[in-house]
């Protein structure tokens, strides 16, 4: 065959990817299956003791009777209503300003270095200043959850937009866009992986602070479960709070990664299976 004809051949044809659901997930269930069944048999033995630490079929028996008992349920919807309204006000305040300071050099010249100085306040030292301006009750605690989620979708986004390739504002700037909508067709959807990976970071501080503002005076959320068995001295009760907030924040961050994803389609990196 000649070498023009090898050019112009067609490529083979390669296998279409497999459409049969993965089953890698379960991997991860590997290692705190076999940790828990460890300890469970550990306690079992008497190599241990389990009163400060306790079993997993303490915990399980535990996460039950609340169940059946209806308290379960009140203290998640509680929780997952106050970290949800958080992470959207904190989404909102966050991406506002983080496009603001990312686009503009004299607003991130003004805003930037306070920002980052607040930035550095621990979550802890925010709640006597909320309670006195919002009282103790839903406004101080979804506020608090708010300030977790914002600072690191301000800060990815700022720096995501600062580091989108000149090239693509150079072709917007041809088009005549204005700055909006420079912002909304180039520059958001550039810096969009990055603003993805921030969304999680803030849902996870989202479920962090949610503890702390749980502790201003709450009479019901996982976070006030936590302290009443702290201060009933239920290890049970205590693990179990854990257990759900493991479970729940790795539920809800499943679920934003699998709302992004459409949205991500067209990256070709190391990790994207096709």
């Known amino acids: 065959m000649a070498l023009t004809e090898r050019i112009a051949a067609p490529l083979p044809a390669t296998a279409a990817p497999s459409s049969r659901p993965s089953w890698r997930?379960?991997?991860?269930?590997?290692?705190?299956?076999?940790?828990a069944l460890g300890w469970e048999a550990a306690v079992a033995l008497g190599w241990v003791n389990g009163r400060l630490l306790p079993p997993p079929s303490r915990v399980l028996a535990t996460l039950w009777g609340l169940a059946l008992s209806g308290e379960l349920i009140v203290h998640v919807l509680a929780t997952l209503w106050r970290v949800a309204l958080g992470f959207?006000?904190?989404?909102?305040?966050?991406?506002?300003?983080?496009?603001?300071?990312?686009?503009?050099?004299?607003?991130?010249?003004?805003?930037?270095p306070m920002v980052q100085a607040l930035r550095s306040i621990p979550?802890?030292?925010?709640?006597?200043?909320?309670?006195?301006?919002?009282?103790?009750?839903?406004?101080?605690?979804?506020?608090?959850?708010?300030t977790g989620v914002f600072f690191p979708i301000y800060l990815a986004l700022s720096d995501a937009i600062l580091s989108v390739d000149r090239k693509l504002v150079e072709v917007g700037r041809i088009h005549?866009?204005?700055?909006?909508?420079?912002?909304?067709?180039?520059?958001?959807?550039?810096?969009?992986?990055?603003?993805?990976?921030?969304?999680?970071?803030?849902?996870?501080?989202?479920?962090?602070?949610?503890?702390?503002?749980?502790?201003?005076?709450?009479?019901?959320?996982?976070?006030?479960?936590?302290?009443?068995?702290?201060?009933?001295?239920?290890?049970p009760v205590i693990m179990a709070s854990i257990l759900c907030f493991a479970v729940l924040g790795k539920v809800t961050d499943r679920l934003l990664g699998a709302l992004a994803t459409p949205f991500l389609r067209w990256q070709d990196g190391f990790g994207t299976r096709r």
């Open 25 to 35: 997930w379960a991997l991860g269930l590997v290692v705190p299956v076999a940790l």
């Open 88 to 112: 959207v006000f904190g989404v909102v305040a966050g991406t506002v300003l983080g496009a603001l300071t990312g686009y503009a050099p004299l607003a991130r010249a003004m805003l930037d």
């Open 123 to 146: 979550s802890i030292a925010w709640v006597p200043l909320f309670i006195l301006w919002f009282g103790i009750f839903e406004t101080s605690k979804v506020t608090l959850i708010a």
């Open 176 to 235: 005549r866009l204005s700055g909006p909508e420079l912002v909304w067709r180039i520059l958001l959807p550039a810096a969009l992986p990055s603003y993805v990976t921030a969304l999680r970071a803030g849902l996870g501080l989202g479920w962090m602070f949610v503890v702390a503002a749980e502790f201003m005076g709450a009479s019901e959320g996982l976070g006030y479960l936590l302290v009443d068995g702290q201060m009933t001295g239920a290890a």
